[in-house]
């Protein structure tokens, strides 16, 4: 499974989150598929957070609480 590493979770969920707000800006897309798109790269990035080497964290929950909020945030705005 070499695509969901590390490095490809953190560049595609930036790139998803990046398209997001570059959308949100050019007024380009209707609002719905903005939030698919960050919703998206969020869930990436709470993956990503969930997977990364613990060790850098001072806080070993940090990584968690951060990863899983980004999927409850998710969540939210999928059922909006």
Known sequence: MKLLSNNTLRIVSGIFMIT???LTFANFANMI???II???????FGIYLLKTDKSKYKSKLAPYLLGI???II???IMTL
């Open 69 to 71: 909020t980004a999927i």
């Open 33 to 35: 598929l903005i939030y």
């Open 74 to 76: 998710y969540l939210v």
């Open 20 to 22: 997001a707000v570059l």
């Open 38 to 44: 960050g919703g998206t790269g969020l869930f990436l």
